[in-house]
Nanobody, 121 residues
């Protein structure tokens, strides 16, 4: 069974950095685009960042451009999200996703369970 498992979430202060990881198991996701979504309390789930199977950046949400960096290591079947200059509004559950290039920013086929990121001001 294909699984995406996030790790690296936690409680940090505004201005700090945090790196999320997402390991895949059960199948190889190297041929899929990978990405991250998030959902803040009381808000809808939103797209954060996506990367192509070859490692090219597909897109970042405007709210994270210049602060977050997405990367992947196909040999490890893992995708990362380096989050810098964190703000209180970045507080959310972050979800790792995988899917086709055309759908990765809107309705990816595979989702992880999520990891909580809390930024205190």
């Amino acid at each position: 069974q294909a699984q995406l498992v996030e790790s690296g979430g936690g409680l940090v202060q505004a201005g700090d950095s945090l790196r999320l990881s997402c390991a895949a198991s059960g199948r190889t996701f190297s041929s899929y685009a990978r990405g991250w979504f998030r959902q803040a309390p009381g808000k809808e789930r939103e797209f954060v960042a996506a990367i192509s199977r070859s490692g090219e950046i597909i897109s970042y949400a405007d709210s994270v451009k210049g602060r977050f960096i997405i990367s992947r290591d196909n040999a490890k079947n893992t995708v990362y999200l380096q989050m810098n200059s964190l703000k209180s509004e970045d507080t959310a559950v972050y979800y790792c996703v995988a899917g086709s290039t055309t759908e990765i920013t809107s309705r990816p086929a595979y989702w992880g369970q999520g990891t909580q990121v809390t930024v205190s001001s």
